[in-house]
């Protein structure tokens, strides 16, 4: 009997939430599927005994129907319901949830009025006219759902970092862990902490390479294999993406370390500056070159990727860093900086909760938080105007700040809820609530969710205007962009840099692997304004904490220690901050 864990049913509710939304089926009992998933991300006990016990309907939100599906999943690892529903439609409809704009309700008028089912009929009935003629839809519509489709060809076979994280680490463990192996290491892209990867690149030193091999070819993961030799294997996941192993002696481990590890034009700076030595580098070895230019050096025994930089005359860059942009300069200059790292965050600001459309509620927010030994967690559910989001009106915000405020007393000096607020910055720069209630805030995150299709310098004057109310702590997520979905709106990056500088906003690095937004590449700059970052995991479920080292390896990108991340400093330092931030 195949095992599921409670993600496994949650994923299976939500998608039968979702097909029952496709039918257009009774909302209540659309929601009560909802309802159910959300009680199951947040289920801690045992799945066996409750479904023993026959208790899954005690549970809050599932009602004795769902509950007795849940049960069928958990002691059968399947479910007729799920799938003999997933046959009533046409395989091709599931895809369109991929292109952004693309919901149950359109996909289901597609499907109904056009009998189009798959994307490539959904492109043709968006040129030919089909699809602005329905009801509802529109020229601006179509066009938009094209540019969608556009978007979801230009990102074929790019994966984001939280996609492919946890089986990238389980397959790291599974190789460390194996008795033939000396050395392992994740190199490419993954492990210079890009937001995307094309495949993933591991690397190991052994002296059995045809068992590792074989090994690797064979794990659990592996749904087809590509090639497979004893020192280079391909395979393609199950997940999709595309696993080369690459076998070495542990002699050759440091060079082909950093050589796997890239950019490549990382790699070109590392073989100029060994030919300019006399030596020649490649993923093998550095020894002397064959024809040099100059009298070569000695070649030193070299061990660890470390021996190598210092060999070359630099101090050790880290792979985050490694995009020759600036990485060089500062490794001769021996000016590196110490970056930030997990351990170094206190506590983390912009997370939603129930009252919005967060997951859980503020006590278990908190309660999780503190799990993680983080000294304060700042609450920012939704303003009014996203309503999709259930946003807060003022009346129900202050009744959450006076929860907060209660809360507080009972977890006592050592841990802080701080109240505040992710408030729309509406189309005209304007904000979503008046200084007044902004003014009873401990801090507040100013974010643009609505009126994407602005100019360059609407929209950044619009962001800016915003940024200029003194109630206004941080900017979230700088672009609205959302990683192989939606590119983000046109902004000024610099312009708002600067504006952050002048008003002492402090902007948000949003860790959710599908934004990790503002972009590392803006952070050198923001850094060099003295503009301050705030790590933020914009968590609307207590297990999306977790999100937060995928923000550190954005920032670690973007040159940032732990004296540029508000975050890091501890909770009474953090009070003061943000008390002097009200007070400005």
């Known amino acids: 009997m195949p095992e599921v864990s409670k993600d496994q049913i949650a994923d299976t509710l939500e998608d039968i939430a979702m097909m029952l939304e496709l039918k257009g089926e009774n909302p209540f009992k659309i929601r009560a599927y909802r309802n159910a998933t959300r009680a199951m991300e947040t289920f801690a006990g045992n799945l066996h005994a409750t479904a023993d016990a026959g208790t899954f309907g005690e549970i809050d939100g599932i009602g004795d129907a769902i509950a007795e599906k ?19 439609f046409p395989a091709g409809l599931f895809d369109m949830f991929d292109i952004s704009g693309m919901g149950p309700k359109k996909i289901q008028a597609v499907w109904k009025e056009l009998a189009i089912t798959t994307v490539d009929e959904l492109e043709k009935g968006c040129r030919d006219g089909r699809v602005a003629g329905l009801k509802g839809f529109g020229e601006k519509t179509a066009a938009n759902i094209l540019k969608g489709i556009e978007d979801r060809k230009k990102h074929a ?16 463990d599974d190789l460390r862990s194996h008795p033939e192996v000396i050395r392992v290491a994740a190199c490419g892209s993954y492990r210079r902490r890009r937001e995307t990867c094309g495949d993933l690149d591991f690397l190991v030193s052994t002296r059995e390479p045809k068992i590792v091999s074989k090994d690797f070819v064979g794990h659990e993961f592996v749904e087809s294999i590509i090639a497979h030799g004893e020192t280079k294997s391909s395979v393609r996941w199950l997940s999709g993406i595309q696993a080369d192993l690459r076998v070495v002696k542990d002699s050759e481990f440091p060079f082909a370390m950093n050589y796997f590890t890239g950019s490549k034009e990382h790699n070109i700076v590392m073989r100029q500056r060994a030919l300019a030595r006399g030596w020649t580098l490649n993923e093998y070895r550095l020894g002397p070159d064959d024809a040099p230019k100059v009298t070569p050096l000695p070649v030193p025994d070299i061990r660890e990727e470390a021996d190598l930089y210092r060999t070359l005359g630099l101090d050790f860059i880290e792979p985050e860093l490694r995009e020759n942009m600036g990485e060089f300069k500062a490794a001769e200059e021996h000016t590196m900086p110490k970056l930030v790292e997990v351990e170094n965050l206190r506590g983390t600001f912009h997370n939603h909760t129930t009252a919005s459309d967060g997951r859980n509620s503020l006590r278990e927010m908190a309660e999780a938080a503190m799990e993680l030994g983080l000294q304060y967690l700042g609450i920012a559910d939704h303003s009014k105007a996203s309503v999709q989001a259930h946003g807060l009106d003022e009346k129900r915000l202050l009744a959450q700040v006076a929860e907060i405020r209660t809360l507080n007393e009972e977890f006592g000096p050592d841990f802080c809820i701080f109240a505040g607020s992710e408030v729309d910055i509406l189309k005209d720069g304007s904000l979503d609530f008046d200084d007044e209630i902004l003014a009873q805030l401990d801090y507040t995150v100013a974010s643009v969710h609505n009126a994407f299709a602005m100019s360059e310098a609407d929209m950044t004057a619009r962001i800016i205007r915003a940024m200029e109310n003194k109630h206004i702590t941080m900017l979230g997520h700088l672009t609205g962009r959302l990683l192989l979905m939606r590119d983000g709106y046109p902004v000024d990056h610099a312009a708002v840099i ?3 500088a002048d008003t002492g906003t402090i902007i948000e690095l949003n860790a959710n692997p599908r934004r990790l937004d503002m972009d590392w590449r803006w952070w050198p700059l923001a850094k060099s304004k003295g503009v301050k970052c705030a790590i933020n995991p914009d968590a609307h479920h207590t297990s999306q904490f977790q999100f937060l080292k995928f923000g550190v390896g954005t920032a670690r990108k973007g040159w940032l220690t732990r004296d540029d991340v508000v975050n890091t400093l501890p909770l009474g330092k953090i009070e003061t901050l943000l008390d002097a931030k009200r007070r400005r």
């Open 70 to 88: 849940i049960t069928t999943l958990v002691m059968t690892g399947a479910l007729d319901y799920h799938t003999n529903l997933k046959a009533e």
């Open 157 to 172: 076979g790019r994966f984001r970092m939280g996609e492919i994280a946890a089986d990238a680490e389980r397959m790291l």
């Open 498 to 500: 600067a504006a952050a």
